[in-house]
């Protein structure tokens, strides 16, 4: 069984390169389907999430090929519109086919996404929304028929900022009859660059960014070529790490206006940061600094995707911190592992306290999600001595080659 190696207790140095965005990267393939033609994607992460949707994709009838690092898709002829439950259950990501399915071919079928380890994960605001729109929805016993004749456009106000029932939303009503006004739309950078791609290719949505989307849905989508912006989790993990096993790194194409409130957090650290253009210089000597209270929330509050890294990072700090998940309900499941590696942590129901030890020590770990994969990473580049994590393929879904990037940082890595 495949795992990585690690043996830290280095300060870093050396320099990456981001990645493309995976949560940008899977609603853009999903909005592929809405075009009878064809897309070219530049910059799209060869991750495990992606190559799963591209699978899916080729389920339709959609012709993908890599030329490099450039991904051409030809959506023109689609004779199918179910998504194998193989992948419906793997990669929770595939409801958001629905919205595109719909607007592309007029009914779908997905399997249920169910839960992961980090939380039940419902799809209840997605399926309110999509009815809105027009949507008739029938649920089987594995999985959720949807038919939509003529998708029209409405008012829909969402109880949460749900990242997911956002970008179905705008997949379907881009090419609805009317106009949809989307309230309460979820903020992250991913929705605007999910707009951003769509209005390339011919649609009319303004205010992306804001929690008050207009979308004005249009008969005809044409070609484009599009590069989808850099990941800012991959970014945060990375700035982590220095904050964490100290030294100095260089990253290039980070998307710095997405990462202020990590930024903040680094400075109560105590990590030095310098920017020039789109690269950010790190540095940090000795343990970092606890930060007394910190708590995730929708975007642009502290993101819900870098808490178990930063978690990771606060192990080692000097003092104590508290940490307070608000999105998700079970995202602390990564406690177990750090305390195996010395971690002084206390979980009270979405709240975290950290007490800062001098250094972590390696050894055997076990990845069960994703970000909690990540931080596991960070604490054991960190940690003194050797470490293996095994189930690393949850890595590998949303990190397109974390052992090149910590080799080119100065970790001793290694998969086996
Ligand atoms: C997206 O998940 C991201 N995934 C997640 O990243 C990210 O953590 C999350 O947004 C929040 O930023 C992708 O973009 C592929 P939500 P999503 O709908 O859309 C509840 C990673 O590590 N909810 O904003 O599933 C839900 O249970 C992943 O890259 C409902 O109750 O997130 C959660 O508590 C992990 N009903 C909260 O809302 C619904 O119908 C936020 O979920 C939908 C969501």
Redesign the pocket.
């Known amino acids: 069984m495949e795992y990585l190696e690690i043996v830290g207790g280095n300060p870093l140095c050396g320099e990456a390169c981001i990645q493309g965005s995976?949560?940008a990267a899977?609603?853009i393939l999903s909005a592929v389907i809405l075009h009878r033609g064809t897309t070219v994607l530049k910059n799209c992460p060869k991750i495990i999430?992606v190559l799963y949707m591209l699978e899916i994709l080729k389920g339709f009838g959609c012709h993908v090929r890599w030329e490099g690092d450039t991904l051409v898709i030809d959506a023109s002829d689609l004779e199918d519109c179910q998504v194998a439950e193989c992948y419906g259950c793997k990669m929770?990501?595939s409801i958001?086919l629905l919205g595109s399915l719909l607007g592309r071919m007029g009914n779908a079928y997905v399997s249920y996404p169910g839960g992961c380890v980090?939380?039940?994960?419902?799809?209840?605001?997605?399926?309110a929304a999509l009815k809105k729109l027009g949507a008739v929805l029938l649920e089987e016993a594995a999985g959720l028929r949807a038919v939509c004749e003529k998708p029209a456009g409405a008012v829909v106000s969402l109880p949460?900022?749900?990242?997911?029932?956002t970008?179905n939303v705008i997949l379907l009503a881009a090419v609805a009859e009317g106009v949809t006004i989307l309230e309460n739309a979820?903020r992250?950078p991913?929705i605007g660059e999910l707009c951003r791609f769509l209005n390339s290719m011919g649609a009319r949505i303004r205010g992306a960014g804001t929690s008050r989307i207009e979308i004005v849905g249009v008969k005809e989508l044409h070609d484009t070529e599009f590069t989808i912006m850099p990941d800012r989790?991959v970014a945060g993990t990375y700035m982590f790490m220095a904050a964490a096993a100290g030294g100095e790194i260089l990253l290039r194409e980070v998307p710095l206006e997405q990462l202020e409130s990590v930024r903040t957090v680094l400075s109560h650290m105590g990590v030095r940061q310098e920017e020039r253009e789109n690269t950010l210089r790190l540095w940090s000597t000795g343990r970092p600094c606890a930060v007394k209270d910190i708590r995730t929330s929708?975007?642009p509050g502290f993101?819900?995707?870098l808490q178990s890294p930063l978690l990771a990072a606060l192990s080692v700090a000097d003092g104590c911190s508290i940490i307070q998940e608000t999105?998700?309900?079970a995202r602390f499941k990564i406690v177990e592992e750090l305390r195996r590696m010395g971690a002084d942590i206390e979980v009270e129901g979405q709240k975290a306290a950290v007490r800062g030890v001098p250094k972590l020590s390696g050894t055997d770990l076990t990845a069960r999600e994703?970000?909690g994969g990540a931080a596991l990473v960070l604490a054991a580049a960190t940690g003194e001595g050797r470490s293996r994590i095994f189930q690393y393929h949850y890595i590998a879904r949303?990190y397109e080659n974390i052992i090149r990037d910590l080799q080119s940082m100065g970790i001793v890595i290694q998969c086996t």
Do not use: C, Q, W
């Open positions: 995976k949560n899977l609603p999430d929770r990501s958001m980090i939380g039940e994960r419902p799809i209840d605001m997605h399926l949460f900022p749900s990242v997911g029932a970008e979820a992250e991913e989790i929708p975007y993101p819900t995707d999105i998700f309900e994703l970000r949303g």
